[in-house]
């Protein structure tokens, strides 16, 4: 098995060490075993995580859809879309302006993201960003 790993791992690893670490013979075809299944550890490992965070991807809504917004408390900022779904975030940290003054915000590529986009209070000047999305329930068309 030394040279399946010796054939798959960059020349780089293949570095001279003290006498302890011999570099050739059957004692460095353990150490690259060994090196090896560390690398193809830390390989799974990674890809593991790449899974878990594309599964978490942020949610982003589409500005265009936005019907209107409202802060009843300046703690929370609340998002009605066209089609009727309602969308919740909490603005970090509070902005009581933002409930008598409105707001601005720099949008990019049309899409409002959760965890990524800060609100100018009109007037005061206040700053904060706005958090996760939580999806609630969608008002009852009359």
């Known amino acids: ?5 010796n054939s798959y791992l960059p020349n780089l690893l293949l570095v001279s060490g003290p006498k302890s670490c011999p570099t050739t013979g059957p004692a460095a075809d353990g150490n690259m075993e060994k090196l090896h299944m560390r690398l193809s550890k830390t390989i799974a490992a990674i890809c593991l995580l790449a899974s878990a965070v594309s ?35 909490a603005l970090k940290p509070a902005c009581p302006g933002i ?7 720099n949008i990019n590529a049309g899409q409002i993201c959760e965890n990524s986009q800060i609100l100018r209070v009109l007037q005061s000047g ?9 999806a609630g329930e969608p008002l009852k068309q009359k």
């Open 1 to 5: 098995m030394g040279g399946f790993a």
């Open 99 to 105: 409930r008598f003054n409105g707001f601005s915000w």
């Open 126 to 134: 206040e700053l904060c960003a706005i958090g996760k999305f939580v």
């Open 55 to 89: 599964a978490q991807a942020a949610v982003c809504l589409n500005n265009s859809e936005i019907e209107n917004s409202d802060s009843p408390d300046g703690k929370v900022l609340i998002l009605k879309m066209k089609n009727g779904k309602i969308w919740h975030t």
